[in-house]
């Protein structure tokens, strides 16, 4: 069921791709994603295994933010969201989406080979179908409000229950309080009662910007309370690995602090006393084991 729900996605990408402004063939993702260490969809878009999503699941954002920026990754990070359902964490795979503001000529002339295609209209829905379980659409809809309405309550629970994750915007949503009760997350930039509008989709799993973030499809997507982190593929095991360290070293940090004997400079950062530097590493080292 899942095989042939994976070659159908592939299908209908290929036969929209000449409709499309933007849509990389398997070859391009390839390419433009070459580092990634792991499997892939069909398409070629990076399939981050579940189990290391569910360890992303368990970081903040700054933990990832570290790593990244060592690497040169220094715009991955975007905030300023409303955010639906604060406390509950986004993470998951990107499936990106572009729309730019509408331009008939263009528009018509998509629109024209998609319907020779046998696609139907372009719109929101022609990508929500296309989400598999674990996916995080990420829209670029250029910060639009008043007709940026990506979804409302009815494709929200449908990409709650598709996909299991939730939706980042660079838009805007509507019919929020009912979007809420589902218990989904979700990033976006405001709300307003207009449906979808003066808009067209230009672009599917494609590089994206997202405010201050560039956005590749298959990034692991970490949204807290925050905001939104994107992570590419390649870094994500380094930034769990060390991550642990962290939660590690802070836990000690702690206990140190409870038993009121020392000053914050004399354990915080690299403790002075060598001894106690030792206690440090050997409480990392023994709780790794452990795992």
């Known amino acids: 069921m899942q095989a042939s729900f994976s070659c159908g996605v592939v299908l209908l990408l290929a036969a929209l791709a000449p409709a499309q402004v933007l849509t990389l063939s398997r070859d391009q993702m390839l390419r433009y994603t070459a580092q990634n260490p792991f499997e892939r969809f069909p398409d070629g878009r990076p399939k981050v295994p579940d189990l290391l999503l569910e360890k992303v699941r368990g970081l903040v954002i700054e933990e990832a933010y570290g790593v990244a920026r060592q690497k040169g990754f220094v715009n991955q990070y975007e905030g300023g ?28 002339a998509m629109q024209a080979e998609a319907t020779e295609k046998g696609i139907g209209r372009l719109r929101n829905q022609t990508v929500i179908d ?6 995080v659409i990420v829209v670029d809809l250029f910060g639009k409000t008043e007709g940026g309405t990506f979804v409302g309550d009815k494709l929200a629970y449908y990409i709650w ?14 019919y929020v309080g009912n979007i809420a009760r589902t218990g989904m997350p979700a990033y976006y930039r405001g709300t307003h009662p207009s449906a979808l509008g003066n808009v067209m989709l230009t672009g599917i799993n494609v590089p994206v910007r ?10 692991v997507v970490l949204g807290d309370d925050e905001g939104v982190f994107f992570l590419p593929p390649q870094l994500v095991e380094q930034v769990v690995k060390e991550a642990e360290a962290t939660h590690l070293r802070d836990e000690w940090i702690k206990k140190q602090f409870d038993t009121g004997k020392y000053k914050s ?3 915080y950062g690299r403790p002075k006393d060598p001894a106690l530097a030792k206690e440090l590493d050997d409480y990392i080292k023994s709780h790794q084991e452990q795992k």
């Open 130 to 135: 296309m989400l598999q379980p674990g996916d």
């Open 210 to 219: 997202i405010g201050n973030a560039t956005v590749m499809p298959g990034d």
């Open 161 to 174: 229950k598709t996909a299991g994750t939730g939706v980042v915007v660079d838009g805007a949503i509507f």
């Open 81 to 108: 969201w409303r955010i639906l359902n604060p406390g509950t964490k986004l993470v998951g795979r990107a499936f990106t989406v572009q729309f730019m503001p509408a331009r008939p000529d263009l528009a018509d």
């Open 265 to 267: 400079s004399d354990v």
